[in-house]
């Protein structure tokens, strides 16, 4: 019951997102400003980490926006602001993917209906659980840290998507607490981890760059 109450809040807030961004040009503008805002905080280390926490959680969950265009103004001289920015980024993905595990869990249920009235549908949920269970984990780490992927796809895929190791791989309706193939506590840790190591090799790639450039 505790579950099914905090899936109506979040279901309730991202649907709220979901509409304003839809229907609010402001709001677009607003969030599409969002990566300049956090370049103009990197003044301000008690500002910038806690809104890099934040939109690192939007990021998993609702925005399909890149965290690389912000690393861009990252102070590369300072590796302990670097290995901040990255345990942030980690810190957020790891709550947006906790957020994205109950969401996909709990749709469970309602997947497994229009699979089996829709033969083409059930045959897609088949194949997109043949993926998450033979890649798990390490399928997850490496989507998690390339440059520029869109986390909200991945963890949605990963999530919704996730077999329960029972026939036909969804879940059945009334069967007390399945267990499936990535469980939460391990997913949250991939998240963190993929968040951490994207930021590095993002940061590597910037600097490789910058460092061929000035040549």
């Not at 229907?23 to 809104?51: C, I, K, M, T």
């Not at 670097?82 to 249920?109: Q, S």
């Not at 059930?122 to 890649?135: N, P, S």
């Not at 984990?137 to 998690?144: A, C, E, K, R």
Request: with cysteine; hydrophobic share 55%.
């Amino acid at each position: 019951m505790r579950r099914h109450r905090l899936l109506v809040i979040v279901g309730a807030i991202l649907a709220a997102f979901v509409l304003a961004y839809v229907l609010s040009e402001e709001v677009r503008r607003g969030l599409s400003d969002v990566p300049g805002a956090l370049l103009w905080a990197l003044q301000n280390p008690y500002v910038f980490f806690p809104l890099l926490f934040v939109y690192s959680i939007l990021i998993a969950v609702i925005l399909p926006i890149p965290i690389e265009p912000i690393l861009l103004g990252l102070p590369f001289a300072d590796p302990l602001f670097i290995l901040g920015a990255a345990v942030t980024v980690g810190l957020g993905k790891a709550v947006g993917g906790w957020l994205v595990f109950v969401i996909g869990v709990n749709f469970e249920e309602f997947l497994a209906k229009w699979s089996r009235r829709i033969r083409w549908f059930g045959k897609f949920i088949a194949l997109c659980e043949r993926f998450v269970k033979r890649t798990g984990y390490v399928g997850l780490f490496i989507l998690l840290s390339v440059p520029m992927m869109s986390d909200t796809a991945v963890l949605y895929i990963f999530s919704m998507f996730n077999p329960t190791g029972k026939k036909g791989g969804t879940a059945v309706p009334d069967a007390p607490e399945p267990r499936h193939a990535l469980r939460m506590v391990p997913f949250v840790i991939t998240n963190f981890l993929g968040g951490m190591t994207r930021v590095g090799i993002a940061v590597l790639l910037i600097w490789l760059g910058l460092a061929a450039f000035v040549r």
